[in-house]
């Protein structure tokens, strides 16, 4: 399998699949720091640079039409931090471009008798209850009505499908606390493809309690300590107190200016998190964004910016099992 990916970052979604043999046929990036991380660990994979180019470009045959079309589009725009202008932001407006993307390139694969790409997308939960219905009109672009569609309450929930003339499509808010991170991080996913043989519903719902296979998934796995130095983390609330945990705050790009969680050390100092905490709690390797010219606000911007590692490697294991032909669990309506 190989994929695309826009609003690549420091490539979350690599180093999450990389284990299952899947490999990078093209980045995204605009941000400076970023994209040389990206050349640091990745210098034999091309920066595509803006994502708004990449539709025209495979159509021409300039650009491979991948299996699989993965990214993150800027989270600025349906963030509840934010000012929450959705698709009338710029940035939130690049999730109706990721879809015309995903229509190229299926319209340059089935020209060559493959079948359609599967698509992943990733945001902030906020874009469920965006007050333009931004959801709504990605889901409606992406399954081909024509319409945005509606939610049936107030807004989007936790989980759903939507089965179009063009796409099936399914979404569920999964929080990385469930895969060991020690952080609190809950985040949409959708899963996508035009492919009659794969269920997205049943790539995203298991049988069991999430919380369960994801145990299973992280078995056997070394984490560095968190804190690195054995101090006492205390997450910062919104009461403007602290509360001693083992999990931090949710890791943001606004975090260069403002990170609020604390660690006590053992012989009584007052420190921030480190760029090295940063990366364990997004599931990195230590050191991934060490690199020459880096400085600690950089780091925790690209890291607060990006995908948590372990959930999109629980997310590329479901596909890997649904396209390896494995019996999945029937959909578990509860849960969904």
């Given amino acids: 399998m190989i ?24 980045f995204a990036e605009i941000e400076p720091f970023p994209s040389e991380v990206l050349t640091h660990h990745w210098p034999h994979v091309t920066n595509l ?3 708004t180019k990449i539709a025209t470009a495979v159509l021409k045959g300039d650009v491979v039409a991948p299996d699989i079309l993965v990214g993150g589009t800027p989270c600025q725009a349906f963030s509840v931090a934010g000012a929450r202008e959705g698709l009338a932001d710029d940035r939130g407006f690049l999730t109706i471009k990721y879809v015309e993307l995903a229509n190229a390139i299926d ?6 008798g493959a079948v359609p790409c599967i698509t992943v997308w990733e ?5 469920l209850s965006s007050k333009d219905n931004a959801f709504g009109a990605y889901l409606g672009f992406l399954a081909g009505e024509g319409c945005e569609l509606v939610p ?3 807004k989007w929930d936790n989980a759903g499908c939507v089965y179009g003339p063009k796409r099936a499509i399914a979404w569920r808010v999964i929080d990385a606390k469930y895969f060991g991170a020690p952080q609190q991080r809950e985040r949409v ?38 804190p690195v130095d054995g101090g006492t983390l205390y997450r910062f609330k ?21 990170a609020r969680d604390l660690v006590v050390t053992h012989d009584g100092r007052v420190r921030g998190l480190s760029a090295e905490e940063y990366e364990i709690a997004m599931g990195f390797p230590v050191g991934h964004t060490a690199i020459p010219g880096s400085t600690l606000a950089k780091r925790r911007k690209a890291l607060g910016n990006s995908m948590n590692v372990e959930s999109m490697h629980w997310l590329g294991q479901r596909i890997d099992l649904h396209l390896s032909e494995i019996d999945l669990p029937a959909v578990d309506e509860e849960a969904a």
């Fill in 107 to 112: 319209q340059k694969r089935a020209a060559a």
């Fill in 49 to 51: 640079g803006d994502m």
């Fill in 189 to 226: 996913y959708v899963v996508s493809t035009a492919r009659t043989d794969i269920d997205p519903a049943r790539v995203l719902s298991e049988w069991q309690s999430l919380c369960w296979e994801a145990a299973q998934a992280s078995k056997g796995r070394e984490r560095c300590p968190f």
């Fill in 238 to 258: 919104r009461t403007d107190s602290y509360i001693e945990d083992q999990r931090c705050s949710t890791l943001t790009a606004r975090d260069y200016k403002d």
């Fill in 3 to 26: 994929y695309g990916s826009v609003c690549s970052g420091i490539e979350a979604a690599s180093l999450a699949w990389e284990p299952l043999g899947w490999n990078p046929a093209w």
């Fill in 123 to 127: 945001n902030v939960k906020g874009v």
């Fill in 152 to 154: 049936p309450g107030r």
